[in-house]
């Protein structure tokens, strides 16, 4: 923990000038740093946001980087009562992905890509997906077996819920200050489908990202290579790191759908608004914001290039000083 803590230190001018830059973001938002001695030894403690609302219910959950190499949760893991699965347990449980209408499919990758490259420029690496899924009809079914008890978020004033009106916002932007957050029926989550048509509401955000690429990673990267694909485990390069964990969530996780429709523009918000739903197989709506065009490619390539810690010239502008990296 103390070197983590010693990355931050280094990296949150710069960090912190990025996210003021761009506030539609997944990347974790890092509220303090402290050190309490305990028993003669330094107790380091980082509060961040929480990327999961306690209010509400998680049925599924992944930690996600885009590799295989012993990517699947352990049998003791699974024993939970909500088991955090990995890359190799969503493509075999869901193998047609989570389908976003294109307006939200393409403001995601956008914020995917944005942030993926802000990670890549301060070598950061090792990072993971935190995915929660809320499934919508599978609430209905349980409440409707339960005999239809209202829940404790129905009785909890807006104020408390734009507190974990997160998801929507990492991507969309937030709302104004002293303006509501019109997103009560998503809960701030963001609205999909899964390949059985289940209506889910999405929680994500990007985590450990306190992982630079230091002499323990490329030594760590050297080893498993030689016993297995090197493009395949977790611990590589940041760029490769990257594009892989890009790649993964844009094509494999992510997946754009023609038959969920967006609704028309709403003035004066840029926001993805998903209206009520109108029965078990109603479509989610988002209003219109600018997104790609339907053939488009999505990757790193060609993408806006962020300075790198390296790039001496650029450090003032990132707030870095004469941070040094070591190779």
């Keep these: 923990m103390h070197k983590e803590a010693e990355f931050l230190q280094k990296l949150l001018p710069g960090y912190y000038m990025n996210l003021n830059q761009n506030p539609r973001t ?12 305990s028993g003669g030894k330094n107790i380091r403690v980082v509060v961040m946001n929480n990327v999961l609302p306690r209010v509400v219910k998680m049925h599924l959950k992944f930690d996600l980087k885009g590799s295989t190499y012993k990517r699947r949760a352990s049998k003791k893991e699974k024993e939970k009562s909500l088991p955090t699965y990995k ?17 939200t499919f393409g ?22 997906l935190l995915l929660g899924v809320h499934n919508i009809d599978q609430q209905e079914r349980e409440r409707q077996a339960e005999g239809a008890r209202s829940t404790a978020d ?41 390949g059985r048509g289940e209506r889910l509401l999405l929680h994500i955000g990007i985590i450990d990202i306190l992982q630079s690429y230091r002499f323990i990673k490329k ?6 290579a030689l016993v297995h ?23 494999t996780v992510f997946r754009k759908s023609s038959s969920l ?35 488009a490619q999505y990757d790193l390539r060609g993408a806006r290039s962020y300075p790198t810690l390296e790039d001496e010239g650029d450090l003032p502008a990132w707030g870095l000083g004469t941070q040094e990296t070591r190779p």
């Design 26 to 37: 997944l990347l974790p938002k890092f509220y303090g740093l402290y050190c309490v001695q």
């Design 87 to 103: 890359d190799l347990d969503f493509m075999q449980d869901m193998p047609e992905g989570l389908l976003l209408d294109a307006d």
């Design 107 to 128: 403001a995601l990758v956008k914020t995917l890509q944005r942030d993926c490259l802000v990670l890549e420029s301060f070598k950061i690496m090792d990072y993971s």
């Design 154 to 194: 129905e009785k909890r004033p807006v104020a408390q819920k734009a507190l974990y009106s997160t998801a929507m916002e990492s991507i969309q932007g937030g709302a104004a200050r002293g303006e509501a957050i019109e997103t009560d029926d998503t809960m701030g989550g963001i609205p999909a489908v899964n």
């Design 219 to 224: 030594l760590e990267h050297t080893w498993k």
């Design 229 to 251: 694909d090197g493009d395949t485990v977790s611990v590589h390069r940041p760029s490769f790191y990257a594009e892989r964990f890009f790649k993964f969530m844009s094509s």
């Design 261 to 295: 429709k967006s609704s028309p523009s709403k003035k004066g918000r840029g926001a993805l608004l998903a209206v009520k739903p109108l029965g078990p197989t109603a479509a989610f709506s988002a209003s219109q914001i600018p997104s790609e065009r339907e053939d």
